[in-house]
């Protein structure tokens, strides 16, 4: 039996593991992490997985099909969260793959393929500021230069792990081979608008969206703030402010285009002194990758303009990139199928934000299923769901598992 009430409690448990107070924070790599990370693998083998950390830190858990060692159905999600978050983006879907799967366990219920569920470590990539890690090491796509990103404290992906109790040079060992896994999907709250405005409770995805993540860094000179006449300063906060807006009007300018600049950093960062420095990073998606490949290339291009005209140096670093990612045809069929067996209208949507299946599509074809959420809002403590919502998206889920077909239809 599915339970809407453990698929809540636990996402409110994961909630706990965080290391702002009164708030959620759950950075890749970090003891908040180990602890959701441990919970999460408690409760696969309550289902009656085998459960384990992965070298990345992701929590596995594989449920057996009709015989040992057969090819998986994998699902997921991730367990780590942006900067003050809400406890759903991300955690619901990992939860309700495990209720899923304790559901077929109660009734002894094998099926013709196993099931992996996959706790992602990093989706959101707010420690070291590239995204998709614990995907990317099972995709095989994590190259090993990635390791060497550095956090804001200076530690790098490598010594993180290190720290973490895992071995950078066990990588390889979580990749996953084509054929290993017969389709990827994964549950996950809307994060917009569309469901709640046509009063339904699920959509199944079409596509995620491609991202560009930049990092700005402008050079001025620092000065006092008493002393030096306006006409003399290059102040390069002052030129930041400036491409934060030449970012917003260049986004503005196509409906399927955003543009954000989420972090800036001013230094020395005082009260009465001329910023000297700042750096700022950037954000561009879009549901067409020549559209944001543009975008991208209006932005630098006016962003040099920028520092050039106030005299301060420009310098940029592409973060990482990623293509859009379709879902595929066999499988969104298969999930609509399993929405409509619910009695439910079949709604298909985008997605624009990204998700861990932009990484698994280098081994597998991949499926989204979206619950609703309230106002659309996540990336925000006030992110909320519904129960009901919760109990429609993993019966949804639960349905779309048990008549999986592994040959497209
Ligand atoms: C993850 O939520 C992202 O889209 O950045
Ligand atoms: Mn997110
Ligand atoms: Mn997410």
Not at 354 to 360: F, P, Q, R, V
Request: hydrophobic share 45%; charged share 25%; aromatic share 4%.
């Amino acid at each position: 039996m599915l339970s809407p009430e453990r698929i809540m409690h636990r996402c409110d448990a994961l909630a706990r593991h965080s290391e702002l107070p009164g708030g959620l924070t759950r950075v890749f790599l970090s003891p908040e992490g180990r602890a959701a990370g441990d919970a999460v693998l408690g409760w696969m083998r309550e289902a009656g997985m085998q459960a384990r950390l992965d070298a990345i830190g992701n929590a596995v858990g594989r449920y057996e099909g009709g015989h040992a060692g057969l090819p998986c159905l994998m699902l997921g999600s991730h367990l780590d969260t942006v900067r003050d978050a809400g406890r759903y983006d991300g955690m619901l879907g990992v939860i309700s793959a495990i209720e899923c799967v304790a559901a077929l366990n109660s009734r002894k219920k094998r099926l013709p393929f196993a099931i992996e569920v996959v706790g992602f470590g990093d989706e959101e990539g707010v420690r070291f500021g590239t995204t998709l890690l614990g995907s990317r090491a099972v995709a095989g796509t994590l190259e090993a230069q990635v390791l060497e990103a550095k956090d804001a404290k200076g530690v790098s992906i490598a010594d993180a792990l290190r720290d973490f109790g895992l071995e950078p040079k066990d990588l390889g060992s979580v990749k996953r081979k084509r054929g290993e896994v017969l389709a990827y999907a994964e549950l996950h709250i809307e994060q917009g608008p569309v469901l709640e405005t046509e009063g339904l409770a699920v959509g199944v995805v079409t596509a995620i969206n491609g991202f560009s993540r930049l990092r700005a860094r402008l050079r001025g000179v620092a000065g006092h703030a008493g002393t030096v006449p306006m006409g003399l300063r290059r102040d390069a906060l002052a030129a930041a402010a400036e491409c934060v807006l030449a970012v917003e009007r260049i986004a503005q300018a196509d409906p399927e285009l955003v543009g954000t600049v989420g972090r800036i950093e001013a230094r020395p960062g005082a009260i009465n002194v001329i910023p000297g420095e700042v750096e700022f990073t950037l954000d561009v998606r879009a549901p067409r990758d020549d559209l944001r490949q543009k975008a991208v290339s209006s932005i630098l291009h006016a962003i040099e303009a920028i520092g050039k005209a106030r005299g301060v140096a420009l310098q940029t670093e592409k973060l990482q990139e990623n293509g859009v990612a379709a879902c595929a045809p066999w499988l969104m069929e298969q999930m609509d199928r399993a929405v409509a067996a619910e009695g439910l209208p079949v709604r298909r949507l985008p997605s624009g934000a990204g998700h861990d299946g932009m990484a698994i599509q280098a081994i597998a074809d991949i499926a989204m299923l979206f619950v609703r959420c309230k106002g659309g809002v996540s990336h925000n403590p006030a992110e909320s769901i519904t129960a009901e919502d919760a109990a429609t998206g993993a019966r949804v889920l639960s349905r779309f598992i048990e008549s999986f077909h592994a040959v497209p239809s």
